[in-house]
């Protein structure tokens, strides 16, 4: 029999990137928060640079209920299944994925806010490829511009601003939409071969810039700058420079007094008061022991899967296919990043990128949302070019032989030798937009450690998005030969197997019939649940969402503390 506990105003469920921002305006404005996590805390032991544990065995020093759930995925509804990951791109822990993640913090661009109405009016309606689901979001770059500033300064984030007010500056990104401060740090310093990549990209018409980083490129919140010491990729930051929210928000909070944090709680389902369709609370097990937390409100904040996957295993009376999915959209929209389409460039010469940092590089963005002119090319959107500093003996050992050498043996080992820091793979994030016949449901056979069904991922990329992939695969390879490269290779698309960049299935919008929440994030059928992260995102432009999830986090919480009496009491 579960433990009744006692009542709370919120409870948070998920305490990483978005669940971790959210407390803090919560907890200033007075509310008792119960943020519930399914991780642990984190030391700076568990931080050591270990490219084995962190890289290939996900963490095994901590308590990873993610791995345990790992999603599984077919192309559609009528083909077999991919091959499992053998562990979940994301992680359990105070302060989740952003204690593991590259820190890159973008915003996204005007257009991807207004993708149907700007395609539209530039190129026709008969644009949109046939099949998607994409709509414009109930707001735009305006409104959630006042909280992107919000948490760059309250988590810290380095840059350099491109467009101040409107005031065009060179050393950040020109086609930024307008920001109202400067970033609260200078971006990263460049490396050697991100420098030389910058002077290509110039001397292709082309501008480059340092990308944001949620990593502190000098004393920032009594937390050291960076010491560059590398690791980052999929590692924790001994020394707190990055700023993953277990170090930067989550501490603020608890000082307020008003959240107390449960570790080790995996949370099974949200429960519903039958008599009233509200949410009356959350349903957990830790340490094998059943827990029932009631609270007034109850915000979901896990991952895009996981956020999924929960709504639909809350199922009662009221909701028989799920909680707030009677209008069958919970799942629907999905998509996730076009990851794929990756291209390897072999260069002559050392590049000296050993250590660095994936999020310490040069981008260039004139290929990517619509900052381009699209009449000449036969798809919508676009992608950013990044190159980076990052590199470790396993993954440098990892190269391809570029057709010059055999896969094995002792020729093979020769070529390693003469080339692991003459090769770079290029980072593109590419535009993807969701399908009709792209979602997210219940495994029917594949169950977590627990008994529960996972999330399974019924999604492939479309035309639009292979072509999209494939124009940007061409620039990149255009900016990697004018730097002296002299082989690339190119990957192939990709699959939309379990993504670190995954959006939809709870998506956000004004129309109660074609979207799972309002404009708020609260939920169309249940008007005490908010769900926070980018599951409600429309559209994903061509950067990384964390950002964009945590201004939307904040700005829910916002949302929850003017009207708290409206949503908490009915």
Request: charged content about 20%.
């Amino acid at each position: 029999m579960a433990t009744n506990l006692k009542q709370t105003d919120v409870v948070i469920i998920g305490l990483g990137a978005v669940g971790g921002v959210a407390v803090l305006p919560l907890a200033k404005a007075g509310l008792d928060v119960i943020g519930l996590e399914a991780g642990d805390w984190l030391t700076p032991r568990d931080f050591a640079p270990d490219e084995l544990r962190n890289n290939f065995r996900g963490w095994p020093q901590s308590v990873q209920k993610a791995n345990t759930e790992i999603p599984t995925h077919r192309p559609n509804a009528q083909a077999s299944y991919s091959p499992r990951f053998p562990i979940h791109p994301m992680m359990n822990a105070v302060g989740g994925t952003s204690l593991h993640y590259w820190a890159q913090s973008w915003r996204l661009n005007p257009w991807d806010f207004r993708v149907v109405s700007e395609t539209t009016r530039r190129y026709g309606a008969s644009r949109i490829p046939k099949g998607s689901t994409v709509e414009d979001w109930p707001f735009g770059l305006e409104e959630l511009e006042p909280y992107y500033d919000q948490v760059e300064f309250e988590v810290g984030v380095s840059g350099n601003a491109g467009n101040l007010d409107g005031t065009i500056d060179p050393r950040g990104n020109i086609f930024e939409g307008p920001r109202a401060r400067e970033f609260p740090m200078p971006a990263l310093r460049g490396a050697g071969f991100t420098d030389k990549m910058a002077a290509a990209a110039k001397s292709l018409g082309w501008h480059a810039f340092p990308g944001p980083a949620a990593i502190n490129s000098q004393t920032y919140d009594n937390r050291p700058g960076c010491v560059y010491h590398g690791y980052c990729n999929r590692g924790g930051c001994h020394v707190n420079a990055k700023n993953s929210t277990a170090v930067s928000t989550i501490p603020k909070a608890r000082d307020t007094g008003r959240l107390k944090i449960v570790t080790r709680a995996h949370v099974t389902t949200i429960a519903v008061d039958d008599s009233t369709g509200r949410a009356s609370g959350v349903n957990y097990i830790r340490d094998d022991q059943e827990y029932f937390q009631p609270a007034d409100v109850v915000l979901l904040a896990g991952y895009t899967y996981e956020n999924v996957r929960l709504l639909l295993l809350s199922k009662s009376k009221g909701f028989p296919n799920g909680l707030s999915n009677n209008r069958g959209q919970v799942g629907r929209h999905y998509f996730s990043h076009n990851t794929g389409s990756t291209l390897t460039a072999l260069f002559p010469f050392d590049l000296n990128t050993w250590y660095g940092m994936p999020a310490q590089g040069a981008a260039v963005d004139n290929w990517a949302d619509d900052n381009f002119d699209h009449a000449g090319v036969d798809f919508i959107g676009g992608g950013n070019l990044w190159v980076y500093s990052d590199r470790r003996p396993i993954g440098a050992a990892s190269m391809s032989a570029f057709g010059k050498a055999p896969a094995w043996g002792s020729a093979w080992k020769t070529f390693i030798k003469q080339n692991a820091d003459r090769w770079n793979l290029a980072y593109i994030q590419k535009t993807t937009l969701p399908y009709e016949d792209n979602y997210l449901d219940l495994d029917p056979a594949v169950k977590d450690s627990l008994g529960f069904p996972v999330c399974r991922i019924t999604a492939d990329f479309k035309d639009n998005e292979k072509k999209v992939g494939a124009f940007m695969q061409d620039k990149m390879t255009q900016w990697f030969m004018e730097a002296g490269a002299i082989a690339v290779e190119r990957g192939p698309a990709g699959t939309m197997g379990p993504s670190t960049h995954a959006y939809g299935g709870t998506r956000m919008g004004d129309n109660k019939e074609r979207n799972a929440v309002d404009r708020w994030g609260f939920s169309h059928e249940v008007p005490n649940l908010g769900v926070l992260g980018a599951s409600v995102m429309g559209t994903s432009g061509s950067h990384n969402p964390t950002l964009t999830a945590q201004a939307l986090a904040w700005r829910t919480a916002e949302h929850l503390t003017k009207a708290w009496k409206t949503i908490a009491n009915g």
